[in-house]
């Protein structure tokens, strides 16, 4: 059982360039969500999907777009990478009934 | 706004118990959520809290105060494998999850 898998797991990236992290997940969870980690700092929500077809904003969504065509995929887009975007990126999706969230193992960015 | 804060930094000795504790201000609640998260690596569930009092489960404890707005993470029997970051995080009346920093948990032999 893969539970959720993120793609890739590490990655140097130009400001400017534009970046796909892959997540997918074989639970067949509704919920899906991106979060970015950093320091000092609890985890941040950027974007949500509660179900395929749609998406809504986070808490720091600014510079990030995410699509859900169908329940098992979530990719987050940063269109155009910033310094400010170096961080580990988490991808999550939960159980609707307790909300409990399962974690991919995470997709380390460094944006130069 | 709404808060979280737990402490940044804890050490315990191995064997011993430690009490990690989170309070918060959150517009509602529905539900109070415990992780861990060893370095490097993803958030692992712990426990979850709806209603007041102890939630047991083996070594580890989870306890909540509604009115109080306070929660703690009990730690017993502490392994060198517990040292980790613990997560609290509540969620809210929009069953968003609100995050707390994290406590780093250190365990000296």
């Known amino acids: 059982i893969a539970g959720i898998t993120q793609a890739p797991t590490s990655q140097i990236l130009a400001a400017g360039r534009r970046m796909t992290l892959r997540c997918t997940q074989d639970m067949r969870h509704n919920a899906m969500y991106w979060y970015r980690q950093d320091l000092g700092l609890g985890l941040r929500l950027i974007h949500y999907?509660?179900?395929?077809?749609?998406?809504g904003k986070g808490e720091v969504p600014d510079g990030y777009s995410v699509s859900r065509a169908n329940t098992d995929d979530f990719p987050l887009t940063l269109a155009s990478a910033v310094p400010s975007q170096t961080s580990v990126y988490f991808c999550?999706?939960?159980?609707?009934?307790?909300?409990?969230?399962?974690f991919g193992e995470g997709s380390r960015l460094t944006v130069l | 706004g709404q808060n979280i804060d737990q402490p940044t930094e804890m050490t315990a000795t191995e064997g011993a118990i430690v009490q990690i504790n989170c309070t918060y201000q959150?517009?509602?609640?529905?539900?109070l959520f415990w992780y861990q998260q060893h370095a490097g690596e993803a958030p692992t569930f712990l426990s979850y809290?709806?209603l007041d009092g102890l939630e047991e489960k083996g070594r580890f404890s989870s306890f909540l105060s509604r009115s109080k707005g306070y929660s703690y993470l009990l730690l017993k029997e502490l392994q060198m494998k517990d040292s980790a970051s613990y997560l609290c995080a509540v969620r809210d009346s929009n069953y968003q999850l609100i995050w707390g920093a994290g406590t780093k948990l250190i365990i000296k032999p």
């Open positions: 999550a999706s939960s159980i609707e009934s307790t909300g409990e969230l399962f």
């Open positions: 999907s509660n179900t395929a077809g749609t998406t």
């Open positions: 809290n709806v």
């Open positions: 959150t517009s509602g609640f529905n539900g």
